[in-house]
């Protein structure tokens, strides 16, 4: 049987207890502010990984979807908040489909 040293547990932190040390509790502002931040972030790759695996170029989706290939780089790397309507163009340029599900 495995045997843990119980004063090196006590010293590990999980997740929340991370985020809340680092950006405060849920619901503070510094919090909401990282929250949006990684959403931004994580869209952003989903885009990217999507894009890369099309072999599309950042300036070909631009071109399709009628922006700057600056706006897409910004969308990629996480840096800025895009709107429900240029996800949803850049998406389609992507060909991802989100088709809603009933229960």
Excluded at 8 to 30: F, I, M, Q, V, W
Excluded at 39 to 52: E, M, N, Q, T, V
Aim: proline share 2%; no cysteine.
């Amino acid at each position: 049987m495995i045997q843990f040293d119980e004063t090196k547990l006590e010293r590990l932190h999980n997740a929340d207890e991370l985020l809340d040390a680092k950006y405060g509790a849920p619901g503070t502002e510094s919090r909401r502010e990282f929250e949006e931040k990684a959403r931004a972030y994580y869209y952003g790759i989903i885009l990217r990984d999507r894009r890369k695996e099309l072999q599309m170029t950042q300036g070909e989706l631009a071109e399709k979807t009628g922006t700057a290939r600056s706006y897409i780089a910004r969308i990629e790397r996480g840096e800025t908040d895009m709107q429900l309507s240029s996800f949803l163009r850049i998406a389609h340029a992507l060909k991802m489909d989100f088709t809603p599900v009933y229960m």
